[in-house]
T-cell receptor, first 115, second 118 residues
Framework: DQQVKQNSPSLSVQEGRISILNCDYT??????FLWYKKYPAEGPTFLIS?????DKNEDGRFTVFLNKSAKHLSLHIVPSQPGDSAVYFC??????????????FGKGTLLTVNP | GAVVSQHPSRVICKSGTSVKIECRSL??????MFWYRQFPKQSLMLMAT?????????EQGVEKDKFLINHASLTLSTLTVTSAHPEDSSFYIC??????????????FGPGTRLTVL
């Protein structure tokens, strides 16, 4: 059972436009969410995170929105750049400091930003 | 930022042999390290959680006798795939937590190891 779902396997966006990557989760116990970026044959790189007590977190061109009632989060990248082309993974964890910090990952979305 | 290395980056071995993969935190001490495997176009699946000085905690369905994990120091964890078979061919990625990080759930990932079993 996939507890973290990224239903779009791929997304293509024009340079300069906004990229919106979506993620849904089923486990209401998740209270911390992270986005990772991954290039082929490399490990994921942390991008941005959000705690369940917030509904928005912004870092430069990257903004993550969390809608707890809908169990949905999204990553906005604006403006998109060709260097943003990569696979983006959504991940979730339970319990934060009190937990074992296990992350549950979605299957990823391949973002292609066209010049 | 925190750096995690893995060695080797890729390995090809014959069926029935054992392969050891090392994961090192280079600029921080990691009390907890994680081992994942990823099949093509699939998610990263957590295999086990490795705590320094104690036994690893394996996820359901992962054979502990096949995937031996040792976390002997605060900067090194090893994964040994014993008696490897072609179905063990995969991309293995480790990650480590930096307990001093401002984000308690943030994990820093190694570059991964591509294992091919012939």
């Amino acid at each position: 059972d996939q507890q973290v779902k990224q239903n779009s396997p791929s997304l293509s966006v024009q340079e300069g436009r906004i990229s919106i990557l979506n993620c849904d989760y089923t486990n209401s116990m998740f209270d911390y969410f992270l986005w990772y970026k991954k290039y082929p044959a490399e490990g994921p790189t942390f991008l941005i995170s959000i705690s369940s007590i917030k509904d928005k977190n912004e870092d430069g061109r990257f903004t993550v929105f969390l809608n707890k009632s809908a169990k949905h989060l999204s990553l906005h990248i604006v403006p998109s750049q060709p260097g943003d082309s990569a696979v983006y993974f959504c991940a979730a964890s339970i319990g934060g400091r009190g937990s074992n910090y296990k992350l549950t990952f979605g299957k990823g979305t391949l973002l292609t930003v066209n010049p | 930022g925190a750096v995690v290395s893995q060695h080797p980056s890729r390995v090809i071995c014959k069926s029935g042999t054992s392969v050891k993969i090392e994961c090192r935190s280079l600029d921080f001490q990691a009390t907890t390290m994680f081992w994942y495997r990823q099949f093509p176009k699939q998610s990263l699946m957590l295999m086990a959680t490795s705590n320094e000085g104690s036994k690893a905690t394996y996820e359901q369905g992962v054979e502990k006798d096949k995937f031996l994990i040792n976390h002997a120091s605060l900067t090194l964890s090893t994964l040994t795939v014993t008696s490897a078979h072609p179905e063990d061919s995969s991309f293995y990625i480790c990650s480590a937590r930096d307990p001093t990080s401002g984000s308690p759930d943030e994990q820093f990932f190694g570059p991964g190891t591509r294992l091919t079993v012939l």
